[in-house]
């Protein structure tokens, strides 16, 4: 499955912003949906997680309360709505596909395909 993100851009610290993710080449309900992110000298961290029917979510703690992850299998699109944007918020934001609905969601190595990221910049 390719995955092509977007909606990043530069927002003031309280904004919002809503990501896409937009996949093609497979079923796209046969996948467990994620949102990562990679902050400028820091490793890749989970974001959050869908479940193939959107049914289920999973936050980092981090963002819980403000970010929002939701899909719809008849656009084969996921987004993540985030709100009240922190400058900590700031990263290159990475949608991927888990094929095997890993309990490990919160890992990389639990997802086949990743999407090429977006840049999300909050100032202060």
């Known amino acids: 499955v390719q995955l092509q993100a977007s909606g990043g851009g530069l927002v003031q610290a309280g904004e919002s912003l809503r990501l896409s993710c937009a996949a093609s080449?497979?079923?796209?309900?046969?996948?467990?949906m994620g949102w990562f992110r990679q902050a400028p000298g820091k490793e890749r961290e989970f974001v959050a997680v869908?479940?193939?029917?959107?049914?289920?979510?999973e936050y980092r703690d981090s963002v819980k309360g403000r970010f929002t992850i939701s899909r719809d299998n008849a656009k084969n699109t996921i987004y993540l709505q985030m709100n009240s944007l922190k400058p900590e918020d700031t990263a290159v934001y990475y949608c991927a596909a888990d094929a095997r609905s890993s309990n490990t969601f919160y890992r990389e190595t639990s997802y086949n395909f990743w999407g090429q990221g977006t840049q999300v910049t909050v100032s202060s």
């Open positions: 869908i479940s193939r029917s959107g049914g289920g979510t």
């Open positions: 080449g497979r079923t796209f309900s046969d996948y467990v």
